[in-house]
């Protein structure tokens, strides 16, 4: 198994391009279940979880044509409406295919995720969410198995809270429903925004993403497209994170610094500075202290859960206390004993943690827990003392791009090593 092997205390120096977001391209690859036409996403990330999810779809009978920044994705006859439990559960994502292929076969039958490290992270809104169209719906042996003879139909629905995973999975499966569908207390993501937007290119018609009320007008049928993946806002967010907390001057291109408009005055709070043009974003930090802010996490347009534990190893070095709340997800603090491990002295109690900053991190052999975990502990390791090994790096592979290359390039004493 592959370890992350970081020197600390070389600060960081000069440009990251960011890629298309994880998050993104992944219900946007499931959209291409909706059309027999060809499919194309360019900015696409080469990601663990994105070849994963190509396989799942190869499953289905879709030709998947990876290429450079570029996957072809055609789904011109489906051979098969059934998302087995292992490829399922390698992932939760893959979920997302249940609704897309109600919507065209009018069946399915799909793997229940289960749990994860970072919560049980149940699946009722999209269930309800479905049922609502006239899905129907049975569970037997952890499977979903739905249908909906003569098709969907459009619904009024009611998040009863905000969830970014049900607003997408009911998109796509309201796009082929009949008539309309409201969604009310819908979540306003980017990484919204950005599937609508697709499948619109479709020939989809769905107004109001990106606001709480989204209004889907079903259409007959679905066309091909080719798109571009929005840039990854929590990869561009890591890095200023990384940078903010290391110390230096990083510029980060191909970002959409209009989607981390809760991060950059708390970067700024921070110490750290902050500088805009078009398409990138300059972080510097240069010997001045990194100074205490309080923050918790929440929808968007708030603070966003995939970088509380990046935004952790910054206040891990800060000149004072703060408190972080964690209020997405009721079990993301695992990167704090691991940030332990390293010095740090942190107090977690139920959804706070206490952080009581102190002057220096010491590098410790370390586990990545979770994706953002194994980021968090990657910064502290470039701002630590001696050596830090991360463990467990798929994690990290999962959605980050050349994590190592990335910050290699800009001067972090940063090397991948097989076991
Ligand atoms: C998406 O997860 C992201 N994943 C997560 O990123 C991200 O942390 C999360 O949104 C919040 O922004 C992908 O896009 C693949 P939710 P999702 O539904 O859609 C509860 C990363 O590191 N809930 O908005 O699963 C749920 O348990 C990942 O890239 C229900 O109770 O998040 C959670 O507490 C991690 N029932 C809360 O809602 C449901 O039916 C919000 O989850 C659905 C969700």
Redesign the pocket.
């Given at each position: 198994m592959d370890k992350i092997v970081i020197e600390g205390g070389t600060p960081l120096s000069g440009q990251i391009s960011i890629s298309g977001a994880?998050?993104?391209a992944?219900?946007l690859m499931v959209a291409c279940l909706l059309t027999d036409a060809p499919f194309e996403l360019t900015n696409m990330p080469n990601l663990r979880?994105t070849r994963f999810l190509g396989q799942l779809l190869e499953n289905f009978g879709v030709q998947v044509n990876d290429g450079v920044g570029r996957l072809s994705l055609h789904a011109k006859n489906l051979t098969s409406t059934t998302a087995p439990y292992d490829l399922v559960r390698k992932?939760?994502?893959s979920f997302?295919v249940l609704g897309p292929l109600l919507a065209r076969t009018h069946k399915a039958k799909v793997s229940l995720p289960g749990g994860?490290a970072?919560?049980?992270?149940?699946?009722?809104?999209?269930?309800?969410a479905l049922k609502s169209m006239g899905a129907n719906i049975e569970l037997d042996e952890g499977y979903v198995i739905a249908s909906a003879k003569g098709g969907l139909r459009g619904a009024e629905i009611t998040f009863p809270?905000?969830?970014?995973?049900?607003?997408?999975h009911a998109m796509l499966a309201a796009v082929l429903a009949k008539g309309e569908t409201v969604l009310n207390n819908a979540?306003r993501?980017p990484?919204i925004v950005d599937l609508a937007n697709c499948l619109n290119a479709m020939g989809a018609n769905i107004s109001g993403a990106g606001r709480s009320e989204v209004i889907i007008e079903g259409v007959e049928k679905l066309g091909g497209t080719s798109y571009a993946v929005v840039p990854d806002r929590?990869e561009a967010g890591t890095y200023a994170l990384a940078t903010a907390t290391v110390g230096g001057a990083v510029r980060l291109l191909n970002v959409r610094s209009d989607h981390l408009g809760s991060l950059w005055p708390l970067i700024a709070q921070a110490g750290a500075k902050v500088t805009m043009d078009e398409n990138s974003v300059l972080v510097e930090r240069h010997g001045t202290p990194i100074l205490p802010v309080d923050v918790e996490t929440q929808?968007?347009p708030g603070f966003?859960?995939?970088l509380q534990a990046q935004f952790m190893a910054m206040m891990c070095l800060a000149d004072g206390v703060s408190i972080i709340r964690e209020n997405?997800?009721?079990n993301r603090f695992m990167h704090c004993p691991e940030l332990s491990r390293m010095g740090a002295n942190i107090t977690v109690s139920g959804r706070e943690a206490i952080i009581r900053g102190v002057p220096t991190l010491k590098g410790a052999q370390v586990m990545a827990t979770?994706?953002?975990a194994s980021a968090s502990l990657v910064a502290a390791g470039m701002a630590a003392e001696d050596i830090t090994e991360v463990g467990r790096v798929y994690h990290l592979d999962?959605?980050f791009e050349q994590i190592e290359v990335k910050l290699g390039n800009c001067g972090a004493r940063i090397k991948r090593v097989s076991e």
């Open positions: 994880k998050n993104s992944l219900k979880d992932m939760r994502a997302n994860c970072i919560g049980a992270r149940p699946v009722d809104l999209h269930l309800s809270f905000i969830s970014v995973g049900a607003t997408e979540a993501e990484e929590i929808a968007y966003p859960t995939d997405i997800f009721e979770d994706l953002r999962r959605g």
